[in-house]
């Protein structure tokens, strides 16, 4: 059984930092694809980050890019996603999710941590 589990969404001032958590149990996270995810209010979801376990190769989308990073520890399973100088528009829930498929589209993951808020202020 996976199970993801996601921590670390709040609120925050424009330019401000945040640091999401996904621990995964059940399998191990570098086996996979992980996709970081974000689903604003009347939006599509969309993949901000996709990290390629077997390559080590990570890609950002240009909206995040420069501003986001994902890491990963390999001894606790888990993996983060800094963010810094947020954007109100960077408001969402956010995902993260492991899947065996490379892809941006969200439909292709398999697993999916339960969400959590991301509200940054003006």
């Known amino acids: 059984h996976v199970q993801l589990v996601e921590s670390g969404g709040g609120l925050v001032q424009a330019g401000g930092s945040l640091r999401l958590s996904c621990a995964a149990s059940?399998?191990?996270?570098?086996?996979?694809?992980m996709g970081w995810f974000r689903q604003a209010p009347g939006k599509e979801r969309e993949c901000v980050v996709r990290?390629?376990?077997?390559?080590?190769?990570?890609y950002y989308a240009f909206p995040v890019e420069g501003r986001f990073t994902h890491s990963f520890d390999i001894a606790k399973n888990t993996a983060y996603l800094e963010m810094a100088t947020l954007k109100p528009e960077d408001s969402a829930v956010y995902y993260c999710?492991?899947?065996?498929?490379?892809?941006?589209?969200?439909?292709?993951?398999?697993?999916w941590g339960q969400g959590t808020q991301v509200t940054v202020s003006a």
């Open positions: 999710a492991i899947g065996t498929r490379i892809s941006f589209r969200p439909e292709l993951y398999e697993y």
């Open positions: 990290f390629i376990g077997i390559t080590g190769s990570t």
């Open positions: 059940g399998r191990t996270l570098s086996d996979f694809v």
